[in-house]
């Protein structure tokens, strides 16, 4: 997304829904494709390949939850939830389907374009950092077995590729920076979608921290912990999570 146009793909059922977002996503910057049912919706984001997906739930077809399955399958986007959030299942199910992050629904204009902003602020974030380390040193952490390239967003697992989100990678991240260290949820939380002096005292509300719990759960599932056996990240009851300091040792 380096000096390109950012791309979007909005997904939602409701035509004037729809409008509301593809209006407010151009004017933040994205070029915009949408469709208004999941099969469709998914088959034209693999087309795409958007930087951002917005999934509206509610879908005449596939549910929300079955439409970012099929995406995060593939793809890296980022993906938006836009959805009911009264049931907090309904919340965790998507972030276990591969939603990064969510805005409730029925559309609050002010807290979806807020959701656009983190995630922009976010990629312009990250597209500096690469832009910075380029001829400059590359940073890579490793762990035990565990290898993680900031310059590429790539991770190694006893030299085998783990596929991870961008809010994955993001937290694996933090937590390698200091193994050891024990990482509140909402430090995490703020890590992930705010900048500036928002990275200290920006408001966590109780869905980001439950987020954070999600994405921590895929997390471990991915580089193979269990319930029972914490080799890589650890839970640290009432406060959060640190990296084992020594995984051999599991």
Do not use: C
Request: glycine share 8%; no cysteine.
């Amino acid at each position: 997304m380096v000096g390109e146009i950012a791309k979007a793909v909005v997904i939602e059922y409701d035509e004037a829904v729809r409008g509301k977002m593809t209006t407010l996503l151009r004017q933040i910057g994205f070029a915009i494709q949408e469709e208004s049912s999941g099969q469709r919706g998914v088959a034209l984001a693999h087309r795409a390949k958007p930087d951002l997906i917005v999934v509206g739930f509610g879908l005449p077809d596939i549910d929300g939850i079955e439409t970012i399955r099929r995406l995060s399958a593939h793809l890296d986007a980022y993906i938006l939830a836009v959805m009911d959030v009264s049931e907090e299942i309904e919340v965790v199910l998507a972030f276990d389907a591969g939603a990064d992050g969510y805005s409730p629904k029925p559309l609050r204009e002010r807290e979806f374009r807020a959701r656009i902003d983190s995630f922009s602020r976010r990629q312009a974030r990250i597209n500096q950092m690469l832009s910075d380390r380029q001829g400059s040193a590359v940073e890579v952490l490793s762990h035990g077995a565990l290898r993680l390239d900031s310059s590429t967003w790539e991770v190694h697992l006893d030299g085998m590729p783990i596929v991870l989100t961008a809010t994955e990678f993001t937290l694996l991240h933090v937590l390698m920076q200091v193994p050891g260290r024990v990482r509140s949820k909402k430090e995490l939380a703020r890590r992930v979608s705010l900048e500036g002096d928002d990275l200290e005292h920006g408001y966590v509300s109780d869905s980001d921290v439950r987020s954070i719990e999600v994405h921590i759960a895929n997390l471990r599932r991915k580089l193979g912990d269990s319930a029972r056996s914490s080799q890589w990240i650890e839970t640290v009851r009432g406060v959060g999570y640190r990296l084992v300091n020594d995984p051999g040792s599991y």
